[in-house]
């Protein structure tokens, strides 16, 4: 399992587009959650899955 977090949502969505690009050049084709909000995203690798948390740090 990866986690990983970014300072914002556009951060957040960066992270989780560069994966699932790497992703298909491998030619797996992840399902993906979370993404239209970008305050958590996970993506199913199907043998490995990435959770992605938006944190606000007050």
């Not at 560069?18 to 995203?41: F, M, N």
């Not at 993506?43 to 948390?53: E, N, R, V």
Request: with cysteine; glycine share 8%; net charge positive.
């Amino acid at each position: 399992m990866v986690l990983a977090t970014g300072r914002s949502t556009w951060h957040v969505k960066n992270i989780a587009q560069a994966l699932i690009y790497k992703a298909a050049q491998r030619v797996v084709l992840p399902t993906v959650e979370g993404k239209e909000g970008g305050k958590w995203i996970v993506i199913d690798f199907g043998l490995c899955s990435a959770l992605w948390c938006f944190i606000i740090h007050y």
